[in-house]
C-alpha cells in the first residue's frame, strides 16, 4: 500500500511523504504508483517553477519514499513573499486532493495519514 503522510499545522501543509508501493499491479504497470510518483514530482517542480520556493526533497528509491518538504529558512525575500507562500498552499493542497481522488477510487491501495495539529 501507498501512504501520503501530511504534516504541518492547522490548514498549513508542511511536508508531504509518500511511502510505499501501491501493488495495484506488476512493478512497471502500477497506474496507482504511476499517478502517485506525478503528483508528488509536480509538487517538487510546482513549488520551485511556480511559487519560487525551492523544496527540500529527500527520497530513498528502495524503500519507495520520497519526501517534499518546504524549507525553513527561505531567505529574506521569499519570507517576504506572502504570494509566493499562497501559491505553495495552493500547489500543496491540490496535490493533497489529487490523492485524495486517487484514494477514494482506489481504497485498498492508497492511505492518507494527516499529522498536522
Known amino acids: ?24 499491479a506488476e512493478s512497471g504497470r502500477d497506474i496507482v504508483c504511476a499517478a502517485a510518483s506525478i503528483l508528488i514530482a509536480t509538487c517538487a ?5 511556480v511559487a ?3 523544496p527540500d526533497v529527500w527520497q530513498d528509491e528502495k524503500a519507495a519514499v520520497i519526501r517534499v518538504s518546504l524549507p525553513n529558512a527561505r ?5 517576504r513573499d506572502m504570494q509566493a507562500e499562497h501559491d505553495a498552499q495552493v500547489i500543496l493542497r491540490t496535490v493533497l486532493q489529487g490523492f485524495r481522488d486517487i484514494a477514494e477510487e482506489y481504497p485498498e491501495h492508497i492511505t492518507i495519514i494527516d499529522r498536522r495539529k
Not at 517542480?45 to 517553477?49: G, P
Request: charged share 15%; proline share 0%.
Open 52 to 54: 519560487g520556493i525551492k
Open 45 to 49: 517542480n510546482a513549488l520551485e517553477s
Open 75 to 79: 531567505g529574506e525575500q521569499a519570507a
Open 1 to 24: 500500500m501507498t501512504t501520503l503522510t501530511v504534516e504541518g499545522t492547522g490548514a498549513i501543509i508542511q511536508r508531504l511523504t509518500v511511502s510505499g508501493h501501491a501493488g495495484f
